[in-house]
Every structure is written in C-alpha cells, then in structure tokens.
C-alpha cells in the first residue's frame, strides 16, 4: 500500500520510528443475566486468574512508579495491591457469583461498588479515600476479567508510536519514553497536555492531525515532530533511514544534558536566566539536573486536582517547603492556583460555563473564596523562611486585582504575625501576564509589581482569538505572531522602565526558534519544562547579545508569523545549531 502522509503541528521536537498502537479507551460493558448453575466453576476461574493479572499488573506499575517518581509516590500503588489482595474482597465476589449465578464481572461491578460506597460514605477523609482506590482496583479487575486492554499505558511494550484523539493526565502517568517513540494526536495543539508532556518525556509529537483513517495498529510509522509530519507504513529505506536519525537525535539529546551545569552566558558574557517549570515537588530535582538555575513557575493547581478535599494549609506548606529546600536558595516562584478553563477540581464544585477560558477561573476564583485563598498564602509564607520564594498570580486582568490580592496577602502576614508563626515578611510578588489588557498597559502593572512573567500560551490565545485546543483552527495559533511579539517587547519594556524583570514561563520559552529573538527583545528570565533547558542553553551559549538585538530588530520590522519562523530557523541553521 502507498504510504498515508499526515499534517499537524509540531508538539514536540525530533524524530521517532516506531510500530503504531491505536489507543482507545473502551467501555466497559457488562451483562448482568443470570449464567447457568454449571457455568459458576468457569466463572470463579477467570474471577482468580483475572485477580492474579490485577496484583502483577500492580506491582509492574508499582516498581515503574518508584523508578521514575519515588518510592513516596509509589506508595499508594502498594496500597492498591494489599487492597487486592484483602481475602473479604475475593470471598464477596466469588460469593456473589455462587449464590446469585452472576457472572465474574456482573459480580465484580456489584460487591466493588458495595465496597467503595461504604467506604466513601465514612466521615474520617483517609477512609473516604479509599473509596475511590477501591473503584480503581475495581476497574483494573473488570478489565481483565473481559480481556481488554487495562487502563493507561503501562502495558506497552517495544518500540511504540502512540495514536490517539488525545491524551490525558491519567493516560500519560505511566508513558515510558523508552517505549512510546512517537505520538500522534488527531485532537489537541502545542499547548495540550499530551504536547507539554511529550515534551517533558523528549517524545516526538505531531498533534492535530485531524482523520486517521487507515492507520491501524501494527503499521510502522515515522513521526518528524520538528516539522508537524507523520509518515505510516513508508518503504522499508525510508524508515531504515529515518530510525538511524531517530537515534542520532537521541543521542544528540544525552550529549546536551552532559553539559547541563555549564553557565547560561552568551559568547559576549551576558548572563541569562534559565529556569525550569514543575508541576510536583519531585520535578524540582529533575529540572536542577538538566541545568535550571531556579524554579520560574510551580504550578500548585496540582495539589488540588484529583482529591475529594482541598488541601490544608500545613499539607500545602510541606511540599512548598521541600521545594525550596531542594532549590538552596535559588528563586522559586509559586503560581497561586490556576483553576478553572480546562481544570477541574472533584473538592471544589465549579459551575459549567460556555467559555471557561473566559470564565470564573485562577485569580478570580481565589478573589471570591478569600479564605481558600489565604491558607495558601499563608503556606507560602511559612516556606519562605527556607529560600528565595516568591508569589505570583495568574489570570490578572486589572489593578484592582492586583491590590485586592495584596491585601488578603497582608492579611495572611498580620495573622501569621499574631500566631508568632515564622514567616517571609518581604516576599517578591509578581503576575503573569497572559492578558492582552496587562500586556498593553504594562507600564500601570510595573508600578505595583515586582516582576512580570508572561503565560504565553494564554496571551497567543486571547490575542489571536484562537481556542489553543482547537485542531481545526491550529495553525493560526502562532506564538511568533507580529501583534504577540509586540506585546511581549511592550511588557518587556515597561518592566526595565521601573528597573524589574520580565521572565516568562510559557511553551514559547522553551521554543528554540524564539530564544535568539527573545534575547534581543529583552527577556530576563526563560522558565520552562525541565528536557528543554539543554537546547536552550545551547543556544545561548553559541550566540552574542549583540547578534541577537540584530536579530530581533530585523524580525520586528516582518509582517506575518511565518517569515519570522522561516528567518529564524535560517539563522539557527547557519550556526549548526540541530533543531
């Protein structure tokens, strides 16, 4: 057959080969009539087998988990396999299945749900839970009883290009890069969270790529993220030759990391702040190792999501202390939590809105519940007495918000003060710039400000009136645009005007045909996923100052998005820098 070609957008840089996996998230479904006397025997069988494949399964999961992420983390998987392995759970599902002739799953379904709505009725928090731990367990048990695939992709095995519509946080927990070669998504753009973690993860990825008609899995296929193009079932020399870059470009990848501790200095000595963005107190470590000099954005949302309860106030403190604890001194900047858009909370009951992205979300959220907003605060605080941390706030639309939050911060300090709990009095307080009012009225925020850190990836949104998730209309999604490259010199400017900074903390960052650009307009800081910091610095390092305000003044006098992407790739090009 001839080779399907498809077009999407670059999510993730590099070169990937590999044999394709459709992944679809089936349904369970269930037949809940009553099976015939002589077919319990059969059906207590595949309760016990389907059982031994839940506990192995686990324990993989469990030892991959610890790898990767801690035996801290790994922790609640034992939990899920004593869980399993509790002799009450076994007996009331085999009793179900000899006394009322319904079949292993129907009897599975039935006695996991008795369990965790036990469970999640209780009022001790630890023991609600355990409810949802039990319905997990119980999901992994059904599938296996009905011979589908578990859920996630931890069963994933070779060399495996990953196809999908798109991708979620629990799809890609267990996403091993030595296996997942590539990604494909039909949905999604470059600020999806299947491209942030491809990223993360140094997976090819090409997002968006609309109908994926014909593409079956066991087909080979070549994913060319730099370029936004996949290639399934190429000729047997096609694919031989892109395998052979695929690991040229993997081997480029662990050369940069090698030089991971060298200073980000450009050739004429100018010194740029390169940071890194985490989501967990454990990506703190991983970032300091590829080279990050701080911490340019935690993103705290994630101490909220997934959890029946909003954190405490000491819950919250722990992590934020261990951060900056592990930083030494280094700046850790704290994003105040960013809910709502495409966020949801289980402990915080958001309403459906028609355009969350414009909606009751971030900032406004914490302005109307001050006293949710404050326990952070105060957390934040209270780690400041271990490091250079620092506050800042998200979705900013106008002054009045920036004072309000100041005075609950205030507030947070008095009672602190009155508690004689140790806390940083002069904590740095900055915003995020994602705003087009923020970025054209800059020179009102620098005032009141300490710094500035601009979300790109919602200022290239609201400036272009583009949905960033929308795959029909991605390619005008442009971060290079002339109107965005404006606002950010304009907020860049406004900064140095008061004598602060601007960094920025959005995939752009991290886009290494925007870092030579960016340095020339005036950009402090670069804030970004921790696997991007090696080709940043790499950049860095292989370029003056001066050839980068050349560069910049050049590409502020071109009118669309793609000559300055074109341009800028030439002269990245010329200096031998891969892409």
Same mark, same amino acid.
């Given at each position: 057959?001839?080779?399907?070609?498809?077009?999407?957008?670059?999510?993730?840089?590099?070169?990937?080969?590999?044999?394709?996996?459709?992944?679809?998230?089936?349904?369970? $479904?269930? @037949?809940?009539?009553?099976?015939? $006397? @002589?077919?319990?025997?059969?059906?207590?069988?595949?309760?016990?087998?389907?059982?031994?494949?839940?506990?192995?399964?686990?324990? %993989?999961?469990?030892?991959?988990?610890?790898?990767?992420?801690?035996?801290?983390?790994?922790?609640?998987?034992?939990?899920?396999?004593?869980?399993?392995?509790?002799?009450?759970?076994?007996?009331?599902?085999?009793?179900?299945?000899?006394? @009322?002739?319904?079949?292993?799953?129907?009897?599975?379904?039935?006695? &996991?749900?008795?369990?965790?709505?036990?469970?999640?009725?209780?009022?001790?928090?630890?023991?609600?839970?355990?409810?949802?731990?039990?319905?997990?367990?119980?999901?992994?048990?059904?599938?296996?009883?009905?011979?589908? !695939?578990?859920?996630?992709?931890?069963?994933?095995?070779?060399?495996?290009? *990953?196809?999908?519509?798109?991708?979620?946080?629990?799809?890609?927990?267990?996403?091993?890069?030595?296996? #997942?070669?590539?990604?494909?998504?039909? %949905?999604?753009?470059?600020?999806?969270?299947?491209?942030?973690?491809?990223?993360?993860?140094?997976?090819?990825?090409?997002?968006?790529?609309?109908?994926?008609?014909?593409?079956?899995?066991?087909?080979?296929?070549?994913?060319?993220?730099?370029?936004?193009?996949?290639?399934?079932?190429?000729?047997?020399?096609?694919?031989?030759?892109?395998?052979?870059?695929? /690991?040229?470009?993997?081997?480029?990848?662990?050369?940069?990391?090698?030089?991971?501790?060298?200073?980000?200095?450009?050739?004429?000595?100018?010194?740029?702040?390169?940071?890194?963005?985490?989501?967990?107190?454990?990506?703190?470590?991983? %970032?300091?190792?590829?080279?990050?000099?701080?911490?340019?954005?935690?993103?705290?949302?994630?101490?909220?999501?997934?959890?029946?309860?909003?954190?405490?106030?000491?819950?919250?403190?722990?992590?934020?202390?261990?951060?900056? +604890?592990?930083?030494?001194?280094?700046?850790?900047?704290?994003?105040?939590?960013?809910?709502?858009?495409?966020?949801?909370?289980?402990?915080?009951?958001?309403?459906?809105?028609?355009?969350?992205?414009?909606?009751?979300?971030?900032?406004?959220?914490?302005?109307?519940?001050?006293?949710?907003?404050?326990?952070?605060?105060?957390?934040?605080?209270? %780690?400041?007495?271990?490091?250079?941390?620092?506050?800042?706030?998200?979705?900013?639309?106008?002054?009045?918000?920036?004072?309000?939050?100041?005075?609950? *911060?205030?507030?947070?300090?008095?009672?602190?003060?009155?508690? !004689?709990?140790?806390? +940083?009095?002069?904590?740095?307080?900055?915003?995020?710039?994602?705003?087009?009012?923020?970025?054209?009225?800059?020179?009102?925020?620098?005032?009141?400000?300490?710094?500035?850190?601009?979300?790109?990836?919602?200022?290239?949104?609201?400036?272009?009136? &583009?949905?960033?998730?929308?795959?029909?209309?991605?390619? *005008?999604?442009?971060?290079?645009?002339?109107? &965005?490259?404006?606002?950010?010199? !304009?907020?860049?400017?406004?900064?140095?005007?008061?004598?602060?900074?601007?960094?920025?903390?959005?995939?752009?960052?991290?886009?290494?045909?925007?870092?030579?650009?960016? *340095?020339?307009?005036?950009?402090?800081?670069?804030?970004?996923?921790?696997?991007?910091?090696?080709? #940043?610095?790499?950049?860095?390092?292989?370029?003056?100052?001066?050839?980068?305000? /050349?560069?910049?003044?050049?590409?502020?006098?071109? /009118?669309?998005?793609?000559?300055?992407? @074109?341009?800028?790739?030439?002269?990245? /090009?010329? +200096?031998?820098?891969?892409?």
């Amino acid at each position: 057959m001839a080779p399907i070609r498809l077009t999407g957008i670059s999510g993730a840089r590099g070169i990937g080969t590999g044999t394709v996996y459709v992944y679809k998230q089936e349904d369970i $479904r269930i @037949d809940t009539r009553t099976i015939e $006397r @002589d077919a319990v025997a059969g059906e207590v069988a595949r309760l016990q087998g389907a059982m031994e494949a839940t506990i192995d399964q686990l324990k %993989a999961v469990k030892s991959k988990a610890a790898e990767s992420m801690g035996e801290k983390e790994a922790a609640i998987f034992e939990a899920h396999i004593l869980i399993a392995q509790d002799p009450s759970l076994v007996a009331g599902i085999q009793g179900a299945i000899e006394s @009322d002739c319904l079949s292993a799953a129907a009897a599975t379904e039935q006695t &996991v749900a008795m369990y965790a709505d036990m469970f999640s009725a209780m009022e001790d928090p630890y023991m609600r839970e355990r409810g949802a731990d039990i319905r997990d367990i119980g999901d992994r048990l059904l599938r296996n009883i009905l011979g589908m !695939n578990p859920r996630g992709l931890a069963h994933l095995t070779g060399q495996v290009i *990953l196809v999908a519509e798109d991708l979620t946080p629990s799809d890609t927990a267990s996403l091993d890069k030595n296996v #997942v070669r590539g990604i494909i998504t039909t %949905a999604g753009g470059p600020t999806s969270h299947a491209a942030i973690m491809a990223r993360t993860l140094e997976i090819p990825a090409v997002m968006g790529v609309g109908s994926v008609d014909g593409v079956e899995s066991g087909m080979k296929a070549i994913v060319k993220g730099t370029e936004g193009e996949v290639i399934v079932e190429p000729d047997e020399a096609e694919f031989a030759k892109s395998s052979e870059a695929a /690991e040229a470009y993997r081997a480029h990848l662990q050369a940069l990391k090698q030089s991971a501790s060298l200073p980000a200095v450009t050739k004429d000595n100018h010194q740029v702040l390169l940071f890194g963005n985490i989501g967990k107190a454990q990506d703190a470590s991983h %970032a300091c190792h590829l080279g990050a000099e701080g911490i340019g954005l935690f993103r705290t949302e994630f101490l909220y999501m997934g959890h029946d309860e909003l954190p405490t106030e000491e819950e919250q403190y722990e992590v934020y202390e261990k951060v900056a +604890k592990r930083l030494e001194g280094k700046p850790v900047i704290i994003r105040t939590m960013d809910i709502g858009g495409d966020k949801e909370l289980q402990c915080l009951q958001l309403p459906k809105e028609l355009n969350p992205f414009l909606g009751y979300r971030a900032i406004r959220i914490c302005l109307d519940k001050p006293d949710m907003f404050k326990t952070q605060l105060r957390a934040i605080l209270r %780690a400041g007495v271990w490091g250079d941390v620092q506050i800042m706030y998200p979705m900013i639309a106008s002054l009045e918000e920036v004072k309000a939050a100041n005075a609950l *911060l205030e507030e947070a300090k008095a009672e602190l003060r009155a508690e !004689n709990v140790p806390f +940083k009095e002069n904590v740095p307080v900055g915003i995020m710039v994602e705003i087009p009012s923020v970025a054209v009225s800059a020179q009102l925020f620098a005032k009141h400000v300490d710094f500035f850190s601009i979300g790109t990836n919602d200022l290239c949104q609201y400036t272009l009136a &583009v949905d960033r998730m929308n795959e029909r209309i991605g390619n *005008l999604y442009q971060p290079l645009h002339p109107s &965005v490259l404006r606002l950010i010199k !304009n907020t860049i400017d406004a900064s140095h005007g008061e004598g602060k900074i601007t960094g920025m903390c959005g995939e752009m960052a991290g886009d290494p045909l925007a870092t030579m650009i960016l *340095l020339g307009i005036g950009l402090d800081e670069f804030s970004m996923s921790a696997s991007s910091i090696p080709v #940043v610095k790499e950049i860095v390092r292989a370029v003056t100052i001066e050839e980068c305000r /050349e560069m910049a003044a050049h590409v502020l006098t071109l /009118e669309t998005a793609d000559e300055i992407r @074109d341009y800028a790739k030439s002269v990245l /090009e010329a +200096k031998g820098i891969e892409l």
